[in-house]
Structure formats: C-alpha cells, structure tokens
T-cell receptor
Framework: DAGITQSPRHKVTETGTPVTLRCHQTENHRYMYWYRQDPGHGLRLIHYSYGVKDTDKGEVSDGYSVSRSKTEDFLLTLESATSSQTSVYFC?????????FGSGTRLTVV | AQTVTQSQPEMSVQEAETVTLSCTYDTSENNYYLFWYKQPPSRQMILVIRQEAYKQQNATENRFSVNFQKAAKSFSLKISDSQLGDTAMYFCAFMKERTSGSRLTFGEGTQLTVNP
C-alpha cells in the first residue's frame, strides 16, 4: 500500500472561489500526479511533479496550478473555480508495476 | 501522442457468465505497458491486470485474462465466471515505459453491470 491520502473527500464550492486539494503520500515517491475524471473522458492528466518544486503541465492544465514544497505533499489549486471544474480529482504515484491512486475528491462548483 | 479507445460505454452480463471488454490503442512505440483498472462504486481505482508489450504470452489473474494483439493494437479484457462484485467501471490504460514518471493515458471507460 503506497499510503496515499486525499483531502477533502467531498467539497462543494461557489463559482469564483479558490479551492485547494491536498494529496499526501507516506513512502517518499518522487513522481506524483493529479488527474480529473469526467464521464466520457476517462481520467485526464492535469499536472504532475517529478520532485520538490519540480512540476509540469498535463493535457488539461488550464485553470489549475500545483505546488510541491515537500516530497510527501502535492497540492492542486483552482484559483477561481468554474462550473466546468466540477469533477472527481485523483492523485496518484507511480511505482514499478504501475500507478497507485488515492481515493479521490468529488468537487462540485455551484 | 498515445490514444486509448474503449468503444463500449456500457455492458451487462449474467452472473457466472463470461464477458469481454474491448480496448484499442494507438502508438508508435514498440515497448510499452497496458493496464486494466477497475473502479467500483466506492470510486477507488484498482489495478486488475497488466501486460508488457514485449511479452507474447497473455497475462492472467485468476478470473481475469487479456487478449493482447500487438499488431492490431488491441487489448481486450475477459472476465470469466462473472460475479456481482465485478460490477464497476473498467478503464484501459497505456504507459509508454515502466519507469517512474511515465504517464498513464486512459480510455473513456466501460461500465459493466453483472446481473443476478
């Protein structure tokens, strides 16, 4: 078990407000990822990190920023939430046999 | 860029029967890895099975097996003796290389319902 926890598990927020989702891992993995899951699209990569303060964009990065000040924590921020960002967000780490995912955060923007 | 396509948005099967979920992908890579993930209503993403492209033998994990056709770029999942607990969304995924940092590309998913 890679020991990945995401918080919060559910969140409802208003359009235009900032939102931060947290991913915490306990096993010192270098690479961490943020995906969003939407019906008909599967999971799509938002941002990823390859070390402390080293991050890069994925395929759907517009409207999102990330930070990684410690190996164990990878934060995803929506600077000004929009209804199109209503989704389920997954954090993941990569291991030799594939990925391990957190339990997801369901975010609703109203 | 790699793409993964799952052409069956929904499928259903009777308990104890066999069902096959389809997946095709597009890549110019020769060495890569393919995965099937299961997502039950709990939302957790669970690795079901993986296949290394350099291996000709199809992967098998208990009741789950794959039919990997590299030339056709096809990677189907067969579930034998279906159980009610197999009801879930199933995602096919592609990874270019088995190193940390390699991205996973997912298909759209297939919702499987196992009926009693």
């Amino acid at each position: 078990d890679a020991g990945i926890t995401q918080s919060p598990r559910h969140k409802v927020t208003e359009t235009g407000t900032p939102v931060t989702l947290r991913c915490h891992q306990t096993e010192n993995h270098r690479y961490m990822y943020w995906y969003r899951q939407d019906p008909g699209h599967g999971l799509r990569l938002i941002h990823y990190s390859y070390g402390v303060k080293d991050t890069d964009k994925g395929e759907v990065s517009d409207g999102y920023s990330v930070s990684r000040s410690k190996t164990e924590d990878f934060l995803l921020t929506l600077e000004s939430a929009t209804s199109s960002q209503t989704s389920v967000y997954f954090c993941a780490i990569s291991e030799s046999y594939g990925y391990t995912f957190g339990s997801g955060t369901r975010l609703t923007v109203v | 860029a790699q793409t993964v396509t799952q052409s069956q948005p929904e499928m259903s099967v009777q308990e104890a029967e066999t069902v096959t979920l389809s997946c095709t992908y597009d890549t110019s890579e020769n060495n890569y890895y393919l995965f099937w993930y299961k997502q039950p209503p709990s939302r957790q993403m669970i690795l079901v099975i993986r296949q290394e492209a350099y291996k000709q033998q199809n992967a098998t994990e208990n009741r789950f097996s794959v039919n990997f056709q590299k030339a056709a770029k096809s990677f189907s999942l067969k579930i034998s003796d279906s159980q009610l607990g197999d009801t879930a969304m199933y995602f096919c995924a592609f990874m270019k290389e088995r190193t940390s940092g390699s991205r996973l590309t997912f298909g759209e998913g297939t919702q499987l319902t196992v009926n009693p």
